[in-house]
C-alpha cells in the first residue's frame, strides 16, 4: 500500500464517495445527538443531579445551598405571570403549576425566600443511580447488536440496514418523552432498544468503504464519516440547551427524532452500495475507485480463521487500544454536561455552550488526523506501520496526560476548559491510528474485525463505565 499511487487525477470534494462521507457523517451525526441530548436535558428532567441524599427522596435544604440557588437563579413573582396557579406542598416549600406548564419551587428555610425556577417541561425524581443507569443503558443495546449486525452485513443490503437501523432509532427517540410520563422504567427500555439499532447502524456502515474508498483515501474517506461520531455531541449540546430553555426538554426529543427519520429517507433514496450501479459517478471516478480496490474486491473472501484471529497479537492490541479510546470518548460523551453543571452550577443553556466546545475541537482535530495521515503515506514520509502507532499513539497518550491536568491544575474557569477541551480533542489523533487499523492487516475481514474489536472495547466500557453521573 505504500508505494500505491492513483491512475489519474480525479475529483476529491466534488465527487460521489466525498458525498457519501457526508452522508454518512450526518448519519453519525444524528446517532451520536440522540445518544447524548440525554445527558444535557438529564439537567432540566430531574430536580437534582447532584450526588447528595438518599435516591428518590426530598430532603430539607442547607441555608447555603438556598442562597447558592438565589444568587444562581433569576428572582420572579408569581404577579408576573398570567393564569391560574395550584398550590402543591412539597418538602421543600410550595410548587405552583399552571395550565402553561410553568413551574414555580419557593424554598423555606429560617428565613422565607421565594426562588422560581420556569420551566416549561415536566420534572422527575429520580436518582442519581437511576440517572447513571438511563444514560448508559443505551451501550447494552449497542452491545448486543453487533453480532448479528456484523454477520447480516454480508448478507443483506447495505442501504437497507443503515437506513432502517437509523429510523428505527429516531421513532424511538421520539417516545423517550412520552415513556417518562410512564417511570424511568421504560425510559431505560428505549434507550436500550435504540441501541440495537444504533449498533447495527454503527457496525454495518464500515463495509460501505470496502467498495468505496481506494487504499490511498481510506483514512481520509472513514474519519470524514467517523467524524459524525465527534461532532453529533458538539451539535446536540450547542442547541440542547436553547431549545430546553425556549421550547422544553421533550422537543430535543422530537426534534432530533424527526430529523433522523428525515436522514434515513434520504440515505435509501441516494446512497448505491457499488460504483458500478450508481447513475451519478463520472466515468473517471469509477474507475479510479474500480482499478485502486481491483485486487481487494476481485476475490471472494474466504471463512474468517477465527483460530487465526484469536491468536493473532495485533489484533488484540487494536481492541485493547479500541476499548481505551471508546472508554475515554463514551465517558467524555456522557459526563461533560453534569460535570460542567457540578463544577460551575450555569444554567442549561450555558452548559450546554460550554460543554459543545470539547467536541466541536475533536471534530476539527478528527478531519485534520485523517488529512495528515493520508498526506504522510501518499508522499512516503512515514511508513504506513510508523503512521499507524505514531497516531495511536496521541491519540490515546495525551488525552490522559490532559486529563490529569485537568484534575490537578485547573484551579480557574479558563484552566478548566482548555484542559477539557484538549483532553477530548487529542483523542481524535486515533482516526488516524486504531479506528483504521483493520483495513490494513485484513481488508477482506474487515468487517468481521471491527466487529472483534468493537465488541471487546463495548464489553469492557458496559463493566467500567461508572453507573452514576458524579462519578466525575
Known amino acids: 500500500m505504500d508505494n500505491q499511487v492513483p491512475p489519474r487525477k480525479v475529483p476529491n470534494f466534488c465527487s460521489i464517495r466525498y458525498g457519501i462521507a457526508l452522508l454518512l457523517l450526518l448519519c453519525n451525526v444524528i446517532v451520536m445527538s440522540q445518544r447524548v441530548c440525554m445527558s444535557l436535558t438529564m439537567i432540566a428532567m430531574v430536580n437534582s443531579t447532584e450526588p447528595h441524599g438518599l435516591s428518590n427522596t426530598s430532603t430539607k435544604e442547607p441555608q447555603d445551598n438556598i442562597k447558592k440557588k438565589k444568587r444562581q437563579l433569576k428572582l420572579w413573582s408569581l404577579e408576573h405571570f398570567f393564569g391560574t396557579f395550584t398550590p402543591i406542598p412539597t418538602h421543600h416549600g410550595t410548587c405552583c403549576y399552571n395550565p402553561g406548564q410553568l413551574i414555580f419551587f419557593k424554598y423555606e428555610s429560617q428565613e422565607r425566600i421565594s426562588v422560581c425556577c420556569s420551566t416549561k417541561n415536566p420534572v422527575y425524581n429520580w436518582s442519581t443511580e437511576i440517572q447513571g443507569i438511563m444514560l448508559s443503558s443505551i451501550f447494552y443495546g449497542i452491545l448486543i447488536s453487533q453480532i448479528p449486525a456484523g454477520y447480516l452485513s454480508g448478507i443483506y443490503s447495505l442501504k437497507k440496514m443503515v437506513g432502517s437501523a437509523l429510523l428505527l432509532s429516531s421513532l424511538f427517540t421520539l417516545l423517550i418523552p412520552l ?19 444504533q449498533g447495527i447502524a454503527l457496525t454495518t456502515q464500515q463495509v460501505v468503504w470496502i467498495k468505496w474508498a481506494p487504499p490511498l483515501e481510506q483514512v481520509r474517506l472513514t474519519s470524514l464519516s467517523l467524524s459524525g461520531l465527534l461532532l453529533g455531541p458538539c451539535v446536540v449540546l450547542l442547541i440542547t440547551g436553547f431549545i430546553c430553555d425556549s421550547l ?35 466515468k473517471s471516478e469509477k474507475e479510479y475507485i474500480t482499478s485502486a480496490l481491483a485486487q481487494q474486491v476481485s476475490s471472494s473472501a474466504p471463512s474468517l480463521p477465527i483460530k487465526a484471529v484469536l491468536k493473532s497479537p495485533p ?3 487494536i481492541s485493547l487500544c479500541n476499548f481505551a479510546f471508546f472508554w475515554a470518548n463514551s465517558f467524555l460523551s456522557l459526563y461533560i454536561p453534569m460535570f460542567i453543571n457540578s463544577k460551575f452550577h450555569i444554567n ?7 460543554s459543545s466546545l470539547p467536541h466541536l475541537f475533536a471534530w476539527i ?14 508522499r512516503n514520509i512515514l511508513s504506513l506501520l510508523t503512521i499507524r502507532k505514531l497516531f495511536t499513539l496521541l491519540g490515546l497518550l495525551l488525552p490522559a496526560l490532559f486529563s ?3 484534575l490537578y491544575l485547573s484551579s480557574s474557569f479558563h484552566g478548566t476548559m482548555i484542559f477539557l477541551i484538549l483532553a477530548n480533542a487529542t483523542g481524535s489523533f486515533c482516526m488516524g491510528g486504531i479506528l483504521i487499523n483493520v483495513l490494513d492487516i485484513a481488508p477482506r475481514y474487515s468487517d468481521y474485525l471491527e466487529l472483534y474489536k468493537d465488541i471487546n472495547g463495548l464489553f469492557d466500557v458496559e463493566y467500567t463505565m461508572p453507573p452514576e453521573p458524579y462519578a466525575l
Open 179 to 197: 415513556a417518562a410520563e410512564f417511570g424511568e422504567a421504560l425510559v431505560i427500555i428505549c434507550r436500550v432498544i435504540q441501541g440495537l439499532f
Open 315 to 317: 489484533l488484540w492490541v
Open 248 to 282: 422544553g426538554w421533550p422537543m430535543v426529543f422530537y426534534i432530533f427524532g424527526a430529523c433522523g427519520c428525515a436522514l434515513s429517507l434520504l440515505w435509501l433514496v441516494l446512497f448505491y452500495e457499488d460504483p458500478k450501479d450508481h447513475p451519478c459517478i463520472s
Open 365 to 378: 482535530f478528527a478531519i485534520l488526523a485523517g488529512h495528515m495521515a493520508d498526506v504522510f503515506l501518499s
Open 348 to 354: 442549561v443553556k450555558e452548559n450546554g455552550l460550554l
Open 404 to 406: 490529569l491536568c485537568l
